[in-house]
């Protein structure tokens, strides 16, 4: 393992990368899953309709990278789950209930407090008309943003970690990066970037502490 910086000057020479959904929000499956029956859906139907339909993962790909915009793609996937499903705001009412991650924030806040460089790394699912990042109250936490959408890369191209790296002018040695899909670590690692597999928030957070030498205190 590698042991934290003791300095508050050395931290200052360091960069904390974070994923979004599943990392600075809680699991959003099980919320997923009582959105879809509230709308008359089966309770898989919208990871199913996501992940598991050719022409929903087209969609979804199309909007990670900005060829189509949220209202674009409301209105594609609306279709796909059922012709009652109304299209407006699709993303935004799946997405409302979704919980913040309090205790990888406070970890992040910490983090920054002690002099590290903050960095979001999302593979973005649209910004308008429905913003998750401003809807959870995390944007300004971050030096730097990498969305998807905005940038044109989507994770796991190596581009976008490269593009994350040149943005806090940082080495990738210099850095953790930490996200909840294994397949978006390796190109990370290859850069030479620390990472973390958030599974469970008191265990990431936990690790967290110990690389990072740093104590996330939840608010009162």
């Not at 910490?110 to 429905?130: H, I, T, V």
Request: charged share 20%; hydrophobic share 45%.
């Amino acid at each position: 393992m590698v042991q934290p910086t003791n300095t508050a000057h050395l931290r200052a020479q360091r960069g904390l990368i974070l994923d979004f959904a599943g990392v600075l929000t809680a699991d959003p499956r099980p919320t997923h899953r009582v959105w879809a029956e509230s709308e008359g859906l089966h309770a898989e139907a919208w990871r199913a309709t996501l992940n598991d339909t050719p022409e929903g993962r087209r969609l979804y790909s199309a909007l990670e990278i900005g060829r189509i915009g949220q209202a674009e793609w409301n209105a594609g996937t609306a279709a796909l789950l059922g012709a009652h499903v109304d299209p407006a705001n699709l993303m935004g009412r799946a997405w409302f209930d979704v919980p913040p991650a309090r205790h990888m924030t406070a970890l992040a806040r910490a983090a920054k407090e002690a002099g590290y460089r903050l960095a979001l790394l999302s593979n973005s699912f649209g910004l308008d008309p429905f913003n998750p990042y401003e809807h959870v109250g995390i944007w300004d936490l971050f030096d730097v943003h990498v969305i998807s959408e905005v940038v044109g890369l989507a994770k796991p191209d190596l581009a976008i970690y490269q593009l994350t790296l040149d943005r806090l002018g940082l080495p990738g040695q210099a850095c953790v990066f930490v996200d909840d899909h294994p397949v978006n670590l390796p190109p990370a690692e290859a850069l030479g970037i620390i990472t973390v597999l958030a599974q469970d928030e008191a265990e990431t957070v936990a690790e967290l502490e110990g690389l990072l030498g740093v104590d996330a205190v939840l608010p009162v």
